[in-house]
């Protein structure tokens, strides 16, 4: 069975850092497209970050997030620094899994961050 599991986030404070995880099972990530996604209160989901070739990430989060991937353990991570009011959101994962030249899209169910003092 396919799953991506977060996990890591939480309640922190403005200027904090928490470090999401996104553990996969059931496939291997290989060479797939990685990427971090987050939805806030009454918005559109939005990318954060992506790593593949190489890495990608929205301009809000440019210098602040870092985005990681171990495929030995078949986990992609999301080191978030300098949090603000505005980072708070759903953040889940995403895997674009190709097998035999299928295209797969794989989501977790998510991880709540909430940035509040």
């Known amino acids: 069975q396919v799953q991506l599991v977060e996990s890591g986030g939480g309640v922190v404070q403005p200027g904090g850092s928490l470090r999401l995880s996104c553990a996969a099972s059931?496939?291997?990530?290989?060479?797939?497209?990685l990427s971090w996604y987050r939805q806030p209160p009454g918005k559109e989901r939005e990318l954060v970050a992506s790593?593949?070739?190489?890495?990608n990430y929205a301009d809000s989060v440019k210098g602040r997030f870092t985005i990681s991937r171990d495929n030995a353990k078949n986990t992609v991570y999301l080191e978030m620094n300098s949090l603000k009011y505005e980072d708070t959101a759903m953040y889940s994962c995403?895997?674009?899994?190709?097998?035999?030249?299928?295209?797969?899209?794989?989501w977790g169910q998510g991880t709540q961050v909430t940035v509040s003092s």
């Open positions: 059931g496939f291997t990530f290989g060479s797939d497209t």
């Open positions: 995403h895997a674009r899994h190709f097998v035999a030249g299928w295209e797969y899209n794989y």
């Open positions: 790593i593949g070739g190489g890495t």
